[in-house]
């Protein structure tokens, strides 16, 4: 019933069995001394009338209130959903449930919402952010609850996850090599992000110091102006594209074929992220780098397990690969 | 510190002040007897110690947890993730949170997360989906906290929202008529959804009964097909084409300009669900039909305080509007 806004209590169950409030509660909790029978009885009450024992009872008992805390201020879900996914299939054979809530940029929001995870006891939280290099505005410093962070930035003490754009970034760009591809090119994001300059590395120690890097921004826009650019060069164009995101790789695509070059026989091009709504949806559908972030949730959910049981964990930050998905945009075969 | 795993209890606030676990409790709680400089000591060895009063001892007081849960099915965060941003800022200045529970669409995993809601004593939940004619695979029925089911079927006697999937699509077929669009035609999604119907319905209603409607998928690929369609059928090419969604009708805008028919000069394309990430990238932007979730959500959290401050809210399916966005994909001047 929507509408109903009663909550058994206590007091109610102890009404009906005909005992004291005190004596329901040890019965509930496995405590205290009585017959068998009575907790028996009080425990068919209680469930008849749809009482539940309260957090904090159990919390005594197990020392865990068998729910974590995922706090995000990513409130588009590109990053974090995936993550949230990974964290429950974690942890749900445990009985841990995950409660998400969305602190946008906010630090008072923050406050609140780490209040509440802490009122709720949460077992642990973790932070999962839209980019590695920025940090939640949150401190977390003063609490004693396990914190694992993922794919936003951290303490040097904390433990960590986050995609190893490096490998991801290499995978693809020895993926273009192998097909042949040899006069490679960079177009990619800001060169304030941090994943940026680690993939632009990559790009470069796999393609050479002399392989032009255009760095614009997160869009298909810039995709078409980097075409643009690349065509009205003087040199020749590139036979192999490795975009910093699959929107940049989707704008690549769509302007060279307004141009009439066909990807991938004249050209191959590799996008990042495999975010499907873009790159499948791409012609021809896009060979990207899939983060893996389930993954990360997996492994956050493991991590928080751990701690919360009282193990140790190494702090540091964890880098998990990433995976090349090819689909047409490149040519030649899916690797072994 | 994130590798901390102690959880503060109420009996090392009370070993540090030495007095009883009882004293200690009733102090932090403000019952019992005791001088005020006792239980202002003891409450500062609480805050000193980072103690946090569990969420049952304020709950006994206010019979309130000021949290909400929202279940979801959908995982990709499309339709839940705005939901949740209003929810949350109708609660906050309440300093209610809103805790987010991804369910898929599994039974079990459903069970298992409304446990944990009904554990932390949630003040209400919230059901959240990805289409209107779908339940969650989840039973409440017996649950006597307050809910509300937003943007998913809920049973009869239910507080629900939807948006109103045929006064958007009137809106946005009343635009094609006011900027002179005469031939009009409806590419849309499967015949099966609800808000398909809905749409169609209201598409019939403004164009006639000869106005042409194309059911297929909710895809870009599918906007292509249809253009094709469109293209060697006898009759006069449309100038007015409202598509089902914002996915199809970047394909039907893609597909035209691939053909060098030019929108919106020659024909006027409107989408559904504004969309940022397709609806601002296609060439030209489009014009979209917003299901204002972001609103249902706000309501959802203002229905959701009602009902758990015990007032009435009539149950049954509220409607709120949706907007229409003006972009470039029709031509014409924005709607006073």
């Known amino acids: 019933m929507a509408i109903a806004t009663d909550r058994i209590r206590l007091s109610d169950v102890a009404q009906v069995a005909g005992v004291s409030v005190a004596t329901a509660s040890k019965a509930l909790n496995g405590t205290g001394r009585m017959t068998l029978e009575t907790r028996e009885r009080i425990k068919q009450i209680a469930a008849d009338l749809g009482f539940r024992p309260n957090a904090m009872a159990r919390a005594l008992i197990s020392q865990r209130s068998f729910t974590v805390g995922l706090l995000t201020n990513d409130t588009y879900g590109r990053f974090t959903l995936p993550v949230m996914a990974g964290v429950s299939e974690a942890l749900v054979d445990e009985g841990v449930s995950v409660f998400l809530c969305g602190i946008e940029d906010d630090p008072a929001l923050g406050r609140v919402h780490v209040d509440a995870m ?47 754009d490096a490998q991801g970034a290499h995978e693809a760009v020895e993926w273009l090599v192998s097909i042949g591809r040899r006069r490679l090119v960079h177009v990619t994001g800001p060169k304030s992000f941090a994943s940026v300059r680690e993939r632009a590395g990559a790009f470069t120690q796999v393609a050479g110091e002399s392989a032009e890097i255009l760095y614009g921004s997160w869009s298909e826009a810039w995709g078409h102006s980097a075409v643009d650019q690349l065509c009205s060069a003087e040199t020749d164009l590139p036979d192999g594209i490795f975009c910093g995101n699959d929107q940049i790789a989707r704008g690549v695509v769509d302007a060279l074929r307004e141009r009439h070059i066909a990807v991938p026989r004249d050209v191959s091009v590799v996008g990042f992220d495999n975010w499907e709504i873009v ?26 397990l751990e701690l919360s049981g009282g193990r140790h964990v190494e702090p540091g930050i964890r880098k998990l690969p990433c995976k090349l998905v090819v689909r047409e945009s490149c040519g030649g075969a899916a690797p072994a």
Do not use: C, H, W
Not at 132 to 137: C, G, V
Not at 143 to 164: G, K, Q, R
Not at 281 to 297: E, F, H, Q, Y
């Open 118 to 164: 802490l009122d709720k006891q949460v077992d642990g939280i973790i932070l999962s952010g839209k980019r590695i290099d920025k940090r939640l505005p949150v401190d977390l410093s003063e609490i004693s609850v396990p914190i694992v962070y993922v794919f936003t930035e951290a303490p040097d003490d904390a433990v960590s996850l986050v995609s190893d």
């Open 279 to 304: 790159s499948a949806a791409t012609r021809p559908p896009l060979t990207s780098v899939d983060m893996n972030l389930k993954a990360l949730g997996r492994e956050a959910g493991r991590l928080i």
